[in-house]
Nanobody, 124 residues
Framework: QVQLVESGGGSVQAGGSLRLSCLVS??????MAWFRQAPGKEREGVAV????????YYAESVKGRFTISRDNAKNTVHLQMNSLKPEDTAIYYC???????????????????WGHGAQVTVSS
């Protein structure tokens, strides 16, 4: 079993920064990702870090602004978000793939564990 608990959400003005954290308990060798879902929209993949290789990938909309990282000593995955825009407003979810599924990293189907989400609101 894997449990994921997000923290660090909040409200910020456009151009500001926030850092989300996801505390991982249970099996730790997961591919970890962040997703977000805005009202009325589908859940979209924001960033992923593959276990093993450590390779990272980002959605085009956040490239150069967001960074995913992992602190193995603290079993925590972070999402550093800089230069935030109002369109980044969403609930952000941490997700874990413990099975090595072959789906695209940005597909929610790849992940078998999810956190409850953290609200991020960016005002103009």
């Amino acid at each position: 079993q894997v449990q994921l608990v997000e923290s660090g959400g909040g409200s910020v003005q456009a151009g500001g920064s926030l850092r989300l954290s996801c505390l991982v308990s249970g099996y730790s060798r997961n591919t970890m990702a962040w997703f977000r879902q805005a009202p009325g929209k589908e859940r979209e993949g924001v960033a992923v870090q593959y276990t093993g290789s450590g390779n990272t990938y980002y959605a085009e909309s956040v490239k150069g602004r967001f960074t995913i990282s992992r602190d193995n000593a603290k079993n925590t995955v972070h999402l550093q978000m800089n230069s935030l825009k109002p369109e980044d407003t969403a609930i952000y979810y941490c997700a874990a793939d413990s099975l090595g599924r072959a789906d695209r990293w940005s597909s929610p189907m790849k992940y078998n564990y999810w956190g409850h989400g953290a609200q991020v609101t960016v005002s103009s």
